[in-house]
T-cell receptor, first 115, second 113 residues
Framework: QQQVKQSPQSLIVQKGGISIINCAYENTAFDYFPWYQQFPGKGPALLIAIRPDVSEKKEGRFTISFNKSAKQFSLHIMDSQPGDSATYFCAAVPYSGAGSYQLTFGKGTKLSVIP | DTAVSQTPKYLVTQMGNDKSIKCEQN?????MYWYKQDSKKFLKIMFSYNNKELIINETVPNRFSPKSPDKAHLNLHINSLELGDSAVYFC????????????FGQGTRLTVV
């Protein structure tokens, strides 16, 4: 059972363009939605995260948009750069219970930014 | 100074062997995790410990046994290795539960031949 669905699986964007990755979830107990970035041979690293009390969060070129009623959230990378080429994972965590001690990840999106 | 360190980085072993992966964090975090990343890059929780107590034990074969001697260490022992165990295993830690930033180690690439 995949609790967080992520699309697309891969994405090719020209330098300077906007990269958009989408995620959807079913579990209404989720209340924390981070995005992790992973470079080849490295562990994932937190990029940006949002909680459902806000609809958008921006950090530099990275923005999360959150739609609670649709149970969807997305990552926008503005002015995409070749250095952004990596695999991006959305994730979700419920607000309580044993399940709050794990990240439930989407299947990942491999982003390639071409010069 | 590495925040979450795993050893070894690479592990090649034969089927049927027993092996261990060690993990240490110097962040003072209360919670530690083991995640498995398969060949398709899918990340799945295996175990999580909070203050040395097991919180999450996903549907992982009994051949996998975590051990947390103290809050800073979470080791993973695997008995009777099988071909399907080949994957990258990541250790991670966070201050509180999963709603705090998780810091991941560099991973251990396990290849069973």
């Amino acid at each position: 059972q995949q609790q967080v669905k992520q699309s697309p699986q891969s994405l090719i964007v020209q330098k300077g363009g906007i990269s958009i990755i989408n995620c959807a979830y079913e579990n209404t107990a989720f209340d924390y939605f981070p995005w992790y970035q992973q470079f080849p041979g490295k562990g994932p690293a937190l990029l940006i995260a949002i909680r459902p009390d806000v609809s958008e969060k921006k950090e530099g070129r990275f923005t999360i948009s959150f739609n609670k009623s649709a149970k969807q959230f997305s990552l926008h990378i503005m002015d995409s750069q070749p250095g952004d080429s990596a695999t991006y994972f959305c994730a979700a965590v419920p607000y309580s219970g044993a399940g709050s001690y794990q990240l439930t990840f989407g299947k990942g999106t491999k982003l390639s930014v071409i010069p | 100074d590495t925040a979450v360190s795993q050893t070894p980085k690479y592990l090649v072993t034969q089927m049927g062997n027993d092996k261990s992966i060690k993990c240490e964090q110097n962040l003072g975090h209360d919670t530690m995790y083991w995640y498995k990343q398969d060949s398709k890059k899918f990340l799945k929780i295996m175990f999580s410990y909070n203050n040395k107590e097991l919180i999450i034990n996903e549907t992982v074969p009994n051949r996998f046994s975590p051990k947390s001697p103290d809050k800073a260490h979470l080791n993973l022992h695997i008995n009777s290795l099988e071909l399907g165990d080949s994957a990258v295993y990541f250790c991670a830690s966070s201050q509180g539960d999963g709603r705090d930033e998780a810091f991941f180690g560099q991973g251990t690439r396990l290849t069973v031949v």
